[in-house]
């Protein structure tokens, strides 16, 4: 803490104590309301003169001798308050000397207009209940720096107004979520983020301990492989919406610790879930933000449907020039990728080549609501291979804004064809892909009783989030988001 605040606080510490002598409980249990702020401006036509108590943080004062206006506001919104030097006498005035912007008051008093129209409270009585020993970030003019938003974000909901607005828009997306799947006849489940195998997804996991069971343990990656295992179990339709954990950098769109909805539907497969999507995403931008056209990023999205659908290796060929069929080997198709002065990173197999393409040259495109569909088996161990190319499986990716927020399979349910991608993945690892997958025989043991075909979905709902609010940063929608180790 540096001298100034330091002097602040203790400033403010010295308020605090004159208020307890002065009689006041320093930090009272509660404070019952009988309106929100909102809910008293609201309803003025029907409160008007009545009595009312309503509470909230001071966020401005203005002292104009006898008489002084303040604002209070709630997690509803504001309301003014008018106090009188006649109505509350010399003392009780007084005390508002030791009020400080920040501070959080209850007020009693009766509701009416003042002269410029403002719905107001003429406050009988007034209670401090919380003392705020550090000034509100400068002054309520706004918290613009970054770093101290993100790592200080009471700061930034305090100062910044519409920060506020995208978490509780947040709130409505995830709930919107929820019901169109409820309404299709999904249930949802909660399978573990401790998990003795990761897997479902090609990453790096985090690593822990568990003492007691004295074995190691990861967090999970994806909640792919526990969900299917429902399935062979005859729950037909489940979905889970919850945090998974990657070990990776961070970006305008990634963060080790994220939020996704899963689900898998039996008897379906990829063709019904690219459909399912394509009325998910409008029904939720409907529910949550009014409307199914956006803007993102300056770009006027329509999130109707039909979506386009593209195959990946068209998508490569129209905006790559390339045709990765005409490169069948690794190394034919790293040499003509450097041709294009495209890096190439160590120990890429053919498919993250391919993967590498459509990053590089096609994902940048994809501003209007895209499915790209059927992608190399390379980078797809567990899904559904093509009946007509082998090389490929039943895989769709969407895209909205330049950003996949989506990824779907037709679920592989054969267990001999998964153990053989399994011990692919095994030894692509032994190779030194960090990112591949280990063998995990139980899930082969449950597909071995029988799962039926399924589709399976994964929608990120940070980028959903980041879409429907305007947010160019997975941090903008994340209330804390992980950062660097502050110098």
Same mark, same amino acid.
């Not at 495109?365 to 499986?393: C, G, W």
């Not at 892909?433 to 799962?451: H, I, R, S």
């Given at each position: 803490?540096?001298? $100034? ?17 002065? =009689?006041?409980?320093?930090? &009272? ?20 003169? #009545? ?83 550090? %000034? ?59 998990? %003795? ?7 790096? &996991? ?121 490169? %069948?080997?690794? $190394? ?78 037709? $679920? ?24 591949? #997958? ?21 929608? =990120? ?19 804390? &988001? #992980? ?5």
């Amino acid at each position: 803490m540096d001298r $100034e605040a330091d002097d602040l606080v203790s400033q403010r510490a010295a308020k605090l104590a004159r208020l307890t002598e002065a =009689g006041y409980e320093a930090w &009272p249990r509660h404070y019952r309301r009988t309106h929100t702020a909102a809910e008293a401006v609201a309803g003025f036509g029907e409160l008007e003169g #009545q009595e009312v108590r309503v509470a909230g943080r001071l966020s401005t004062v203005r002292d104009m001798g006898k008489v002084t206006f303040a604002h209070i506001a709630d997690g509803s919104g504001r309301i003014q308050l008018y106090f009188r030097l006649n109505t509350l006498g010399d003392e009780r005035y007084g005390h508002l000397k030791l009020l400080d912007l920040g501070d959080f008051i209850g007020v009693e008093g009766t509701l009416f207009r003042t002269r410029t129209g403002e719905i107001t409270v003429e406050v009988h009585d007034f209670a401090p209940l919380a003392k705020a020993l550090r %000034p509100p970030p400068e002054k309520w003019h706004g918290l613009v720096e970054v770093e101290k938003r993100y790592r200080q974000r009471y700061l930034d909901l305090m100062a910044n107004p519409e920060v506020k607005d995208i978490f509780v828009k947040r709130s409505a997306i995830v709930r919107a979520m929820r019901e169109f799947l409820d309404r299709r006849g999904f249930i949802e489940v909660e399978t573990p983020i401790l998990q %003795p195998i990761y897997g479902g997804g090609s990453a790096r &996991p985090f690593e822990t301990y568990h003492q007691e069971l004295d074995r190691k343990l990861y967090l999970r990656i994806a909640s792919e492989l526990y969900l299917k295992r429902l399935l062979v179990g005859g729950l037909d339709k489940v979905y889970e919406i919850g945090k998974n954990f990657r070990n990776e950098g961070v970006s305008f769109k990634h963060n080790p610790e994220f939020t996704v909805m899963e689900s898998y539907e039996a008897y379906a497969d990829y063709l019904d879930v690219m459909n399912m999507v394509e009325q998910m995403v409008p029904f939720i931008a409907q529910a949550a933000i009014g409307s199914t056209t956006i803007t993102y990023q300056g770009n006027e999205i329509s999130l109707d449907p039909p979506w386009k659908r593209i195959t990946l290796r068209q998508a490569i060929i129209d905006y790559a020039g390339i045709d990765f069929e005409d490169y %069948p080997t690794v $190394e034919a198709l790293a040499d003509k990728m450097r041709q294009m002065n495209v890096e190439i990173p160590a120990k890429m197999n053919r498919g993250k080549l391919i993967d590498e393409l459509q990053s590089t040259f096609v994902e940048p495109h994809l501003i209007q609501p895209t499915f790209l569909v059927d992608y190399p088996i390379e980078v797809s161990p567990l899904a559904k291979r093509r009946p007509d190319n082998p090389r490929l499986v039943e895989r769709f990716e969407a895209f909205i804004g330049g950003m996949e927020i989506g990824n779907a399979f037709s $679920e592989l349910n054969d267990p001999v064809d998964q153990r053989e991608r399994f011990e692919e993945q095994v030894r692509a690892r032994a190779a030194g892909d960090e990112e591949a #997958q280990p063998m995990d025989e139980d899930y082969v043991t449950a597909l071995e009783y029988g799962m039926p075909p399924a589709g399976g979905l994964g929608i =990120g709902v940070d980028r959903l989030v980041m879409l429907l609010t305007d947010r160019p940063s997975i941090r903008e929608v994340i209330l804390y &988001p #992980q950062l660097r180790t502050k110098a």
